[in-house]
């Protein structure tokens, strides 16, 4: 498995704007737990104790700091408008995928980029992206954010997933290996449902928000009876 470019993608780059969900308290105490399970049979494994485990609903382009308010008080509107019970769900613990060319629609059967996520899949998560959906229907609405960001702007995946840690170098699947992950094929019920009740936008130059700089938190409203 290419652990390495992964390694290479974390370096710095242009800032970029994100609007995530955190995952903190008990349930992020849980993946911890993950992580220094897997770190016990495998000193290759890279994890940060202080890393910010995070779902991204949307990730955008880089834009300039002019429009940073603008794009805030739109998606303030949007929230304000839309009513929603959002969660995140994960089914379970696995590698992440390897892209031909960082292209996300081209997929390599078989192959995996070195890092390990826990994943949860569309259907599990449809209220989620579809929200995330809508909210890029809402921002291009704007003739102004429309330019910015472009009509290709959307959500890479219909799926979700949090990147907990990587390899640091490459490394074949082995009988040990498959068996460590199928300990993680069926998560238990605490960790399936993560209450999506707030949302921050920020900004990081790196890929798992090491330098994030949060610009607003957002909470949703309640879904009424």
């Not at 995070?54 to 603008?70: C, E, M, Q, R, S």
């Not at 390599?108 to 449809?126: F, H, M, P, Q």
């Not at 702007?153 to 199928?182: G, H, K, L, Q, S």
Request: proline share 3%.
């Amino acid at each position: 498995m290419l652990s390495q470019g992964t390694v290479q993608e974390q370096k710095k780059r242009t800032g970029r704007l994100s609007l995530v969900k955190f995952i903190q308290g008990s349930r992020r105490s849980q993946l911890v737990d993950v992580c220094h399970d897997f770190m016990k049979s495998d000193s290759h494994l890279c994890f940060n104790k202080d890393k910010r485990f995070h779902v991204t609903l949307l990730g955008f382009p880089v834009v300039i700091p002019a429009y940073y308010d603008k794009i805030t008080k739109k998606i303030n509107e949007f929230i304000e408008l839309t009513r929603a019970e959002l969660n995140v769900k994960f089914e379970l613990i696995r590698l992440g995928t390897k892209y031909e060319n960082n292209d996300t629609l081209y997929p390599v059967y078989g192959a995996s980029n070195g890092t390990i996520i826990a994943y949860g899949d569309s259907i599990s998560n449809k209220e989620f992206t579809t929200y995330g959906n809508e909210l890029i229907a809402f921002l291009l609405k704007d003739m102004k954010l429309n330019f910015i960001l472009g009509k290709s702007f959307r959500r890479r995946f219909p799926t979700v997933w949090c990147t907990m840690a990587n390899y640091a170098r490459d490394f074949t699947i082995t009988y040990d290996f498959e068996t460590r992950f199928n300990k993680y094929k069926s998560l238990n019920e605490s960790l399936l449902q993560i209450p999506c009740l707030e949302l921050e936008l920020g900004l990081s130059h790196y890929k798992d928000l090491r330098d994030w700089k949060p610009i607003q938190k957002f909470t949703l409203p309640k879904v009424m009876d």
